[in-house]
């Protein structure tokens, strides 16, 4: 399949200050193809005194210019023509999500370049409209109140959706004019190779955007605790974002942290169960599954549950895994073994708690790190397959039998990112929206994001703070209160 496909590699070194360099001691890792698991190539290893370059050339085009001096339009025109870069490079992305990530070709192209695109264009917008206010505080003295930028950002992302996240952290931060130390996911680093050196192209000044792949504990580590770095913005397990922010606490650096999630997707009696199933379906097997807000848990009201399940079991099966370039393959693989091994493990204790497996289960063919798309029946919500986050394409169905319970099983988790629910009522719609947990309620479909509306967690394991949105604005910048003394009237 893969000699029919074009594959047009990028840089495989550091982007620091602007140049492609080789790491400090020379160790590079490599990357591989989770469809088959053979190394792609290998990619400079940024290890401690790397991280430290990056960063001083961040902390220097931050103090010396020219990003931070320049005016919002300038900013602005530049993140614009990243985004049309991204947009005339669209299909070599596509091709290397493919590659590194396992992404099926159409799912890229309908999901993360769209998304990295319009998230780009929607931050150039803002890039010269951030201001302050004049707030009269008293008569004697004129008091109003900047945005400056916050700084030097590590932007940390994880491999599901290695180009969209990284977009998500480095266009607000950008527009806000901090500049941006990346470090990409070890699993998942050449789109993210791509966008350096589609940035440059674009004309961003030298240590504005620096890129460095590496270990998480090497060079992650060392980013997190680099006291030229003022902000965090973190995504991935909620075991390395506590650990941020334990670690971040020491210099009291700002974080922004979107974790995991558990979502639940409840499905009443009255709604329309054809589209629920479909929706449902989408909700947990996208992406395989590896997705912070998939609707893992699905509530199922007790007299829809048969025919909800046989709908979802009917939607699994409809599914096609394979290679990812293959164009009718609707499934790809998970991202590596370890990941693929802790899926079938999940599934294995849920079967010890007494779980019905209606479908799947168990890995798909001889290569690469797949796993059958699964559905989990009749489950409680106190097994650990429906309060775990599993990050495979794995649906745990939960029947409940009134609104009061589907809502307290609901908000029984751990986790607060997000959650859907289906209903012909409207009344009901709204208040058990109102009721839920999660920083996102979606009514009546599964599963959509955009640019224009904040992202995050209601607290607990999924996180603290909101990327996307005008919040996220806040998140990259500080306000200052500036006062000056007018005196009495004459
Ligand atoms: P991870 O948290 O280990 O990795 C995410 C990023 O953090 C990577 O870039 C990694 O190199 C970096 N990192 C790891 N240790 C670090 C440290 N000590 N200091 C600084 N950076 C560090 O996540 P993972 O191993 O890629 O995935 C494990 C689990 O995380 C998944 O099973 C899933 O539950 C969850 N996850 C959630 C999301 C999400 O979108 N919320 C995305 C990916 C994974």
């Given at each position: 399949?893969?000699?029919?496909?074009?594959?047009?590699?990028?840089?495989?070194?550091?982007?620091?200050?602007?140049?492609?360099?080789?790491?400090?001691?020379?160790?590079?890792?490599?990357?591989?193809?989770?469809?088959?698991?053979?190394?792609?190539?290998?990619?400079?290893?940024?290890?401690?005194?790397?991280?430290?370059?990056?960063?001083?050339?961040?902390?220097?085009?931050?103090?010396?210019?020219?990003?931070?001096?320049?005016?919002?339009?300038?900013?602005?025109?530049?993140?614009?023509?990243?985004?049309?870069?991204?947009?005339?490079?669209?299909?070599?992305?596509?091709?290397?999500?493919?590659?590194?990530?396992?992404?099926?070709?159409?799912?890229?192209?309908?999901?993360?370049?769209?998304?990295?695109?319009?998230?780009?264009?929607?931050?150039?917008?803002?890039?010269?409209?951030?201001?302050?206010?004049?707030?009269?505080?008293?008569?004697?003295?004129?008091?109003?109140?900047?945005?400056?930028?916050?700084?030097?950002?590590?932007?940390?992302?994880?491999?599901?959706?290695?180009?969209?996240?990284?977009?998500?952290?480095?266009?607000?931060?950008?527009?806000?004019?901090?500049?941006?130390?990346?470090?990409?996911?070890?699993?998942?680093?050449?789109?993210?190779?791509?966008?350096?050196?589609?940035?440059?192209?674009?004309?961003?000044?030298?240590?504005?955007?620096?890129?460095?792949?590496?270990?998480?504990?090497?060079?992650?580590?060392?980013?997190?605790?680099?006291?030229?770095?003022?902000?965090?913005?973190?995504?991935?397990?909620?075991?390395?974002?506590?650990?941020?922010?334990?670690?971040?606490?020491?210099?009291?650096?700002?974080?922004?942290?979107?974790?995991?999630?558990?979502?639940?997707?409840?499905?009443?009696?009255?709604?329309?169960?054809?589209?629920?199933?479909?929706?449902?379906?989408?909700?947990?097997?996208?992406?395989?599954?590896?997705?912070?807000?998939?609707?893992?848990?699905?509530?199922?009201?007790?007299?829809?549950?048969?025919?909800?399940?046989?709908?979802?079991?009917?939607?699994?099966?409809?599914?096609?895994?394979g290679s990812p370039f293959d164009p009718?393959?609707?499934?790809?693989?998970?991202?590596?073994?370890?990941?693929?091994?802790?899926?079938?493990?999940?599934?294995?204790?849920?079967?010890?708690?007494?779980?019905?497996?209606?479908?799947?289960?168990?890995?798909?063919?001889?290569?690469?790190?797949?796993?059958?798309?699964?559905?989990?029946?009749?489950?409680?919500?106190?097994?650990?397959?429906?309060?775990?986050?599993i990050f495979g394409p794995v649906a745990?169905?939960?029947?409940?039998?009134?609104?009061?319970?589907?809502?307290?099983?609901?908000?029984?988790?751990?986790?607060?990112?997000?959650?859907?629910?289906?209903?012909?009522?409207?009344?009901?719609?709204?208040?058990?929206?109102?009721?839920?947990?999660?920083?996102?309620?979606?009514?009546?479909?599964?599963?959509?994001?955009?640019?224009?509306?904040?992202?995050?967690?209601?607290?607990?394991?999924?996180?603290?703070?909101?990327?996307?949105?005008?919040?996220?604005?806040?998140?990259?910048?500080?306000?200052?209160?500036?006062?000056?003394?007018?005196?009495?009237?004459?």
């Amino acid at each position: 399949m893969l000699d029919h496909v074009h594959i047009d590699l990028p840089e495989r070194r550091l982007l620091i200050h602007g140049a492609w360099t080789d790491a400090a001691n020379s160790l590079t890792f490599n990357t591989s193809n989770p469809a088959t698991g053979e190394v792609i190539t290998q990619i400079a290893e940024a290890g401690v005194l790397d991280i430290d370059a990056a960063v001083i050339s961040a902390r220097r085009a931050l103090d010396e210019g020219p990003w931070p001096q320049m005016t919002g339009v300038q900013r602005g025109r530049i993140l614009r023509r990243l985004a049309d870069f991204i947009e005339q490079d669209r299909e070599n992305l596509v091709v290397l999500e493919a590659l590194d990530a396992g992404k099926p070709l159409a799912a890229t192209r309908r999901q993360d370049l769209p998304a990295a695109i319009d998230c780009l264009e929607y931050y150039a917008g803002w890039a010269d409209k951030i201001a302050g206010e004049v707030i009269p505080a008293r008569p004697d003295a004129l008091t109003y109140v900047t945005r400056q930028p916050v700084g030097v950002v590590a932007a940390i992302v994880p491999w599901n959706f290695p180009l969209m996240n990284a977009v998500w952290k480095i266009a607000p931060a950008l527009a806000c004019g901090c500049t941006v130390v990346l470090k990409p996911a070890e699993l998942t680093p050449l789109s993210a190779l791509r966008l350096g050196e589609l940035a440059l192209a674009a004309g961003l000044p030298p240590g504005v955007l620096n890129i460095v792949p590496g270990l998480g504990n090497v060079a992650g580590q060392s980013l997190i605790e680099h006291p030229g770095v003022d902000k965090i913005s973190f995504t991935g397990s909620p075991q390395v974002g506590k650990h941020i922010m334990a670690t971040a606490a020491q210099q009291c650096k700002r974080v922004t942290l979107e974790l995991g999630g558990k979502s639940a997707n409840i499905i009443f009696a009255d709604a329309d169960l054809d589209a629920a199933a479909h929706a449902s379906g989408s909700g947990i097997f996208f992406n395989a599954g590896q997705v912070c807000s998939a609707g893992s848990r699905i509530l199922v009201q007790e007299s829809a549950h048969g025919a909800l399940v046989e709908r979802l079991v009917d939607r699994a099966r409809r599914l096609k895994l394979g290679s990812p370039f293959d164009p009718e393959t609707t499934m790809g693989p998970l991202i590596s073994a370890v990941q693929q091994e802790r899926v079938i493990r999940h599934i294995a204790r849920g079967l010890e708690e007494g779980v019905r497996v209606a479908c799947g289960g168990e890995v798909h063919g001889e290569q690469g790190y797949f796993v059958q798309p699964t559905v989990l029946a009749s489950a409680t919500n106190d097994m650990s397959v429906a309060q775990e986050e599993i990050f495979g394409p794995v649906a745990t169905v939960i029947p409940f039998k009134d609104d009061a319970e589907a809502i307290r099983i609901a908000n029984t988790s751990r986790y607060s990112l997000a959650a859907g629910l289906w209903t012909r009522d409207v009344t009901r719609a709204h208040r058990t929206a109102q009721a839920l947990r999660a920083g996102t309620v979606w009514i009546n479909t599964f599963g959509p994001t955009d640019t224009r509306l904040p992202w995050g967690g209601f607290g607990g394991d999924s996180g603290v703070g909101r990327d996307l949105g005008r919040t996220a604005l806040d998140n990259y910048t500080e306000q200052k209160a500036v006062w000056l003394h007018l005196g009495k009237a004459a």
